[in-house]
Protein backbone atom coordinates (compact mmCIF):
# COMPACT_ATOMS: atom_id res chain seq x y z
CA UNK A 1 0.00 0.00 0.00
CA UNK A 2 1.15 3.19 -1.07
CA UNK A 3 0.84 6.64 0.99
CA UNK A 4 -1.84 8.32 -1.47
CA UNK A 5 -4.10 4.70 -0.95
CA UNK A 6 -3.23 5.05 2.97
CA UNK A 7 -4.64 8.02 2.89
CA UNK A 8 -7.43 7.80 1.42
CA UNK A 9 -8.75 5.15 3.66
CA UNK A 10 -8.37 7.33 7.37
CA UNK A 11 -11.36 8.01 7.45
CA UNK A 12 -12.86 4.55 6.97
CA UNK A 13 -10.31 3.10 9.43
CA UNK A 14 -11.12 5.08 12.06
CA UNK A 15 -14.87 4.63 11.31
CA UNK A 16 -13.98 0.91 11.82
CA UNK A 17 -15.65 0.53 7.73
CA UNK A 18 -12.40 -1.28 6.40
CA UNK A 19 -11.97 -4.95 5.64
CA UNK A 20 -9.76 -7.04 7.73
CA UNK A 21 -7.27 -7.71 4.45
CA UNK A 22 -7.19 -3.72 3.87
CA UNK A 23 -7.22 -2.55 7.65
CA UNK A 24 -3.91 -5.04 7.98
CA UNK A 25 -2.24 -3.27 5.16
CA UNK A 26 -3.48 -0.06 6.45
CA UNK A 27 -1.81 -0.80 9.66
CA UNK A 28 1.43 -2.14 8.63
CA UNK A 29 1.60 0.71 6.36
CA UNK A 30 1.11 3.43 9.50
CA UNK A 31 3.44 2.01 11.10
CA UNK A 32 6.34 1.95 8.25
CA UNK A 33 5.49 5.46 7.38
CA UNK A 34 5.86 8.58 9.32
CA UNK A 35 4.08 11.12 7.71
CA UNK A 36 0.90 8.75 6.85
CA UNK A 37 0.94 8.04 10.51
CA UNK A 38 1.03 11.94 10.96
CA UNK A 39 -1.92 12.03 9.16
CA UNK A 40 -3.60 9.67 11.13
CA UNK A 41 -3.38 10.96 14.17
CA UNK A 42 -4.65 14.76 12.81
CA UNK A 43 -7.88 12.90 11.13
CA UNK A 44 -8.32 10.31 14.54
CA UNK A 45 -8.19 13.67 16.92
CA UNK A 46 -10.51 15.68 14.70
CA UNK A 47 -13.38 12.93 14.19
CA UNK A 48 -13.07 11.78 17.48
CA UNK A 49 -13.70 14.96 19.46
CA UNK A 50 -15.87 16.31 17.14
CA UNK A 51 -17.85 12.66 17.49
CA UNK A 52 -17.77 13.37 21.31
CA UNK A 53 -18.57 16.98 21.02
CA UNK A 54 -22.01 15.83 19.24
CA UNK A 55 -22.58 13.40 21.96
CA UNK A 56 -21.91 15.98 24.92
CA UNK A 57 -19.52 13.82 26.15
CA UNK A 58 -16.80 15.05 27.83
CA UNK A 59 -13.39 15.29 25.48
CA UNK A 60 -10.67 13.28 25.65
CA UNK A 61 -7.23 14.37 26.77
CA UNK A 62 -5.16 11.79 24.91
CA UNK A 63 -5.98 10.80 21.75
CA UNK A 64 -2.81 9.51 20.27
CA UNK A 65 -3.15 6.72 22.70
CA UNK A 66 -6.28 5.71 22.06
CA UNK A 67 -5.15 6.17 18.08
CA UNK A 68 -2.34 3.07 19.19
CA UNK A 69 -4.73 1.49 21.08
CA UNK A 70 -6.88 0.84 18.52
CA UNK A 71 -4.37 0.01 15.87
CA UNK A 72 -2.70 -2.47 17.99
CA UNK A 73 -6.35 -3.73 18.79
CA UNK A 74 -7.05 -3.87 15.28
CA UNK A 75 -3.98 -5.42 14.09
CA UNK A 76 -4.30 -8.31 17.20
CA UNK A 77 -7.75 -8.82 15.94
CA UNK A 78 -7.02 -9.49 12.13
CA UNK A 79 -3.74 -11.47 13.20
CA UNK A 80 -5.70 -14.04 15.50
CA UNK A 81 -8.58 -14.06 13.03
CA UNK A 82 -6.18 -15.79 10.69
CA UNK A 83 -4.80 -18.00 13.07
CA UNK A 84 -8.14 -18.76 13.98
CA UNK A 85 -9.03 -19.53 10.34
CA UNK A 86 -5.59 -21.24 9.92
CA UNK A 87 -5.63 -23.28 12.60
CA UNK A 88 -9.85 -24.59 11.57
CA UNK A 89 -8.71 -25.24 8.13
CA UNK A 90 -5.97 -27.28 9.47
CA UNK A 91 -8.31 -29.44 11.46
CA UNK A 92 -11.09 -29.73 8.99
CA UNK A 93 -8.46 -31.07 6.82
CA UNK A 94 -6.86 -33.82 9.36
CA UNK A 95 -10.30 -34.46 10.18
CA UNK A 96 -11.46 -35.56 6.31
CA UNK A 97 -8.17 -37.15 6.47
CA UNK A 98 -8.65 -38.97 9.05
CA UNK A 99 -12.27 -40.10 7.99
CA UNK A 100 -10.83 -40.51 4.37
CA UNK A 101 -8.03 -43.22 6.35
CA UNK A 102 -10.75 -45.07 8.60
CA UNK A 103 -13.06 -45.68 5.30
CA UNK A 104 -10.48 -46.94 3.48
CA UNK A 105 -9.23 -49.24 6.09
CA UNK A 106 -12.85 -50.23 6.94
CA UNK A 107 -13.11 -50.77 3.41
CA UNK A 108 -9.63 -53.17 3.35
CA UNK A 109 -11.20 -54.70 6.53
CA UNK A 110 -14.45 -55.50 4.78
CA UNK A 111 -12.97 -56.54 1.44
CA UNK A 112 -10.20 -58.94 3.28
CA UNK A 113 -13.28 -60.77 5.56
CA UNK A 114 -15.46 -61.65 2.48
CA UNK A 115 -12.36 -63.07 0.70
CA UNK A 116 -11.15 -65.16 3.96
CA UNK A 117 -15.06 -66.74 3.90
CA UNK A 118 -15.10 -67.21 0.05
CA UNK A 119 -11.59 -69.17 0.55
CA UNK A 120 -13.67 -70.75 3.60
CA UNK A 121 -16.31 -72.04 1.89
CA UNK A 122 -14.11 -72.49 -1.04
CA UNK A 123 -12.04 -74.70 1.32
CA UNK A 124 -15.00 -76.72 3.17
CA UNK A 125 -16.31 -78.28 0.14
CA UNK A 126 -13.07 -79.17 -1.36
CA UNK A 127 -11.66 -80.27 2.05
CA UNK A 128 -14.75 -81.60 3.18
CA UNK A 129 -17.28 -82.65 0.58
CA UNK A 130 -15.54 -84.16 -1.98
CA UNK A 131 -13.77 -86.58 -0.02
CA UNK A 132 -15.48 -87.10 2.95
CA UNK A 133 -18.96 -86.18 1.67
CA UNK A 134 -21.30 -86.61 4.44
CA UNK A 135 -19.87 -88.98 6.38
CA UNK A 136 -17.66 -86.53 8.95
CA UNK A 137 -20.95 -84.62 10.26
CA UNK A 138 -23.68 -86.56 12.34
CA UNK A 139 -26.38 -85.05 14.42
CA UNK A 140 -24.65 -86.51 17.16
CA UNK A 141 -21.75 -84.25 17.63
CA UNK A 142 -24.26 -81.50 18.02
CA UNK A 143 -25.72 -82.85 21.48
CA UNK A 144 -23.19 -80.68 23.49
CA UNK A 145 -24.60 -77.62 22.20
CA UNK A 146 -28.31 -78.65 22.48
CA UNK A 147 -28.61 -78.42 18.73
CA UNK A 148 -29.12 -82.20 18.52
CA UNK A 149 -33.07 -82.05 18.41
CA UNK A 150 -32.61 -79.28 15.15
CA UNK A 151 -30.34 -81.44 13.47
CA UNK A 152 -30.74 -85.22 14.18
CA UNK A 153 -34.77 -85.88 12.58
CA UNK A 154 -36.48 -88.56 14.50
CA UNK A 155 -35.11 -92.04 13.49
CA UNK A 156 -31.38 -91.19 13.00
CA UNK A 157 -30.37 -92.01 17.08
CA UNK A 158 -29.46 -95.84 16.02
CA UNK A 159 -25.55 -94.42 15.46
CA UNK A 160 -24.50 -93.80 18.71
CA UNK A 161 -20.86 -93.67 17.69
CA UNK A 162 -18.70 -90.65 18.09
CA UNK A 163 -17.20 -88.32 15.36
CA UNK A 164 -14.03 -90.04 15.32
CA UNK A 165 -15.04 -93.14 15.05
CA UNK A 166 -16.85 -92.57 12.39
CA UNK A 167 -14.12 -90.72 10.83
CA UNK A 168 -11.49 -93.87 11.16
CA UNK A 169 -14.55 -96.13 10.30
CA UNK A 170 -14.84 -94.02 6.70
CA UNK A 171 -10.87 -93.65 6.14
CA UNK A 172 -10.81 -98.06 6.81
CA UNK A 173 -13.05 -97.96 3.88
CA UNK A 174 -12.13 -95.42 1.55
CA UNK A 175 -10.06 -96.23 -1.36
CA UNK A 176 -7.61 -93.62 -1.39
CA UNK A 177 -3.68 -93.45 -1.77
CA UNK A 178 -1.89 -96.45 0.00
CA UNK A 179 0.06 -93.24 1.98
CA UNK A 180 -3.14 -92.21 3.72
CA UNK A 181 -3.59 -95.65 4.61
CA UNK A 182 -0.72 -96.50 6.16
CA UNK A 183 -0.70 -93.62 8.05
CA UNK A 184 -3.92 -94.23 9.33
CA UNK A 185 -2.85 -97.80 10.47
CA UNK A 186 0.42 -96.52 12.61
Not at 41 to 70: C, H, N, P, W
Not at 166 to 177: A, F, I, N, S, V
Amino acid sequence: MNCLEAQSKIVAFIEDKLEDSESLEFVRHIRSCENCAEELEIYYTLLVGMKQLDEDRELSTDFKAQMEEKLNMKYKHIQNRRKLTGSTIALIAAGLFAVVFLGYKSYQTTLYLQEQEAIKARQSEFYYSDYFGDALFHPMDYKPFDLAEYLDPPGTDEDESSYYERLEEYLKTWKGDSEIEKTIAD
